[in-house]
Structures are given as C-alpha cells and as structure tokens.
C-alpha cells in the first residue's frame, strides 16, 4: 500500500518542484541566499502577494512559526492563540523559546477558529504588570481541524487586534489548501485582511522541504535574518530550498496540486458520511475528522492503512497533493466490509 492518510508530510515531492530543484544544480552559485534562485523565488512572491514583502526560506513549520513570533514579540510579551494552533499543541514549546519566554495565551472557540470577542477577552482579563502582556494574535489557515477563515473573519480578528495594539500572524502550513477551497486572491486572506506576517508552508504542498516567512510589515523583519542564522536555520545551498517553490509557485501549479487534496477530501468525507460515520468539523480544506470507533480504527490499521487521531480522539485523515482517487474507494471499502463485520 504505496499512500497513506497520517499526513501530507507522507507524500514525495511534486514533479515541477523537483524539475526546479535539479535545474538549480547544475554548476556553482553564490551561498547563504545571495544566489538567482532565491531572489527569482522571492521576487516571484512578491508577484503573487500583490506586494512589497520580505521573503526568507527555513527548513521547517516550526522553526518558520517560532522565529516569526519571536521577531513580533518581546520575552514579557504574550500570543493569543486558539488551544488547537500547532503552536500550542505541537512544537515542544519553541515558540516560547525563540522568544525567549513569550507566553503563548490559548482560547477556545468553534471549528478551531478564533473570533474578535477571543481576542479582547484574553486582552482585558488582566493589564497588570504581573501579567505577560498581549502582542501578537496567531491564526492557523488551514486550522487544525481542516476549517478556514474566510476574509471577513480574518478582517474582523485583524481588526479587533489593531483596536487593542496587537500585531497579526498566520501559519500558513497549509496555506495553499486554504487558498484553493476559498477561491481568493492570496492577498485577500493576509495582507489585505490585515495579516502582518506569514509562514507559507511548502513542505505539505509538494516541497522537498522548506517553508517561507513572508514579512508583509517588513518593519518587523528587521534583523530576521540573523534571527534565523543563530537558530541553524540559514541554509548555505539556499538555492536548495528556494529553487523548488519557483516549479511550484509557476502557472498556479500551487492551486492545482492544492484543490486536488481538497477535492480527495471531499471525496473521502462524503464516502465516510454516507457510511453513517459522523465528522467532528466540516471538511474545508484537505483534512477529514471522523468519530470513528476504536475497534475499526484498529481494524484498519491491521489492514495496513496509516492514519493519526486527533486531540480528544477524533480519526484524523489528510489527503496529500498525490492522492489518488483509488486510494481513496479502497479505504472505503475496506471502512465499509469492517464495519459491516463488526455490526457498525
């Protein structure tokens, strides 16, 4: 069994990333991102966001996220975010890190987004000086549960930072998913909405590896570069991790590659819904949440299948930029017979 629904991290690399890739290998290039490669991929950022911005190149989501915080927040600083955000959840405390102690504020609210009246609760709880002081809002897009922020809402939360001096984040680790089902203009979900910085993620979209912080208030990205050199984040092959994003980001292959892991999430939530299995979030994105019983989650995996749960249990199933249509009706089936066998 050659895919698997554990991650979009599973999957190889896109073929037009890896054409890039190997083009950028031919012969020598200057290092540490000084290179054509790096400055092409940037420029054509630029191109895509509608905007002047500062690009910068990483090796990984967390790294992205945690050094963008640290550049947007002081050590007694604080970031709101919801209790779901990878940040809080899944990146062994690097944000606090990086920032050297920055807290990180989490909320709860519906379908894994955050909601102005979040963002001023967590603001007005307490302004003593005992307490870390609110400065960065993070909002993940994708969410963790698969949902999306439509423009409005990111306007409404942007707009609602601005009002108590707060600056705006996005992880953007499946930032790709979210602009394909949306069907807007990038701009229309970061800047324009007012998004001061976001972490573009490659690696999930079909990258080799690599992600991208995209400084919109470039204000902020003052000294990022040697923000990402102290924490072994500057690459000196940069062309290595810029090179692909050119393949990728050409022709809105981006898109292509990302509304086809929606649309096998589609496929997949609707062929679990009609086996009378219920979603604990609707699926916007390129992730399925499914309350599925234990003894059939374990009953697929002993018949090979490779899938995660989620926070409070929930079956998590995400569909890369390769998935195939059969790789799907197979896992259907296999749900199904089980199912059945089990008087499910």
């Known amino acids: 069994m050659s895919q698997h629904f554990a991650s979009d991290n599973y999957a190889g690399i896109c073929p037009e990333a890896l054409s890039a890739l190997l083009e950028a290998n031919a012969g020598h ?12 991929v940037a420029d054509r950022m630029r191109s895509v966001f509608e905007t002047d911005c500062d690009v910068y190149f990483v090796f990984n989501g ?3 996220n945690s050094l963008a915080l640290a550049s947007m927040c002081q050590s007694y600083h604080s970031v709101i975010c919801h209790e779901l955000a990878h940040v809080a959840t ?3 405390g690097a944000p606090e890190f990086f920032s050297n102690g920055a807290k990180l504020l989490p909320t709860s609210s519906e379908a894994s987004r955050l909601k ?15 307490y870390p002081k609110p400065k960065v809002v993070t909002l993940t897009q994708a969410t963790e549960l698969g949902t999306l922020y439509r423009p409005e809402a ?16 996005m992880d953007g680790a499946r930032f790709a998913n979210a602009v394909a089902a949306l069907g807007v203009a990038p701009a229309d979900i970061t ?28 204000e902020l990205s003052e000294d990022f570069a040697w923000r990402c050199k102290q924490a072994g984040q500057l690459a000196s092959k940069m062309r290595y991790l810029a090179a692909p994003w050119l393949g990728m980001l050409q022709d809105d292959v981006w898109l292509r590659h990302a509304a086809h892991a929606n649309a096998m999430a589609q496929r997949l939530s609707r062929g679990l819904v009609a086996l009378g299995l219920r979603l604990i979030a609707p699926t916007e994105a390129n992730g399925v949440f499914v309350d599925m019983p234990l003894a059939l989650e374990e009953a697929l995996r002993g018949r090979g299948w490779r899938f995660y749960n989620f926070i ?3 079956a998590r199933l995400m569909c890369a930029w390769d998935m195939q249509p059969e790789t799907v009706d197979r896992f259907l089936v296999d749900v199904k017979e089980l199912a059945a066998s089990m008087g499910i």
């Open 29 to 40: 290039a200057p290092a540490y991102g000084d290179d054509d490669w790096t400055r092409r």
């Open 62 to 64: 967390t790294a992205a």
């Open 90 to 92: 899944d990146e062994c």
């Open 116 to 130: 102005p009246e979040d963002v001023t609760r967590l603001v007005e709880k307490r302004n003593d000086i005992h």
């Open 154 to 169: 990111i306007a409404a939360v942007s707009q609602r930072a601005r009002h108590h001096g707060l600056k705006v984040h």
């Open 191 to 218: 800047w324009r909405a007012g998004v001061d910085v976001l972490c573009f993620g490659g690696t999930k979209m079909g990258l080799p590896v690599g992600e991208a912080v995209v400084f919109f208030d470039r």
């Open 312 to 314: 409070g249990g929930a």
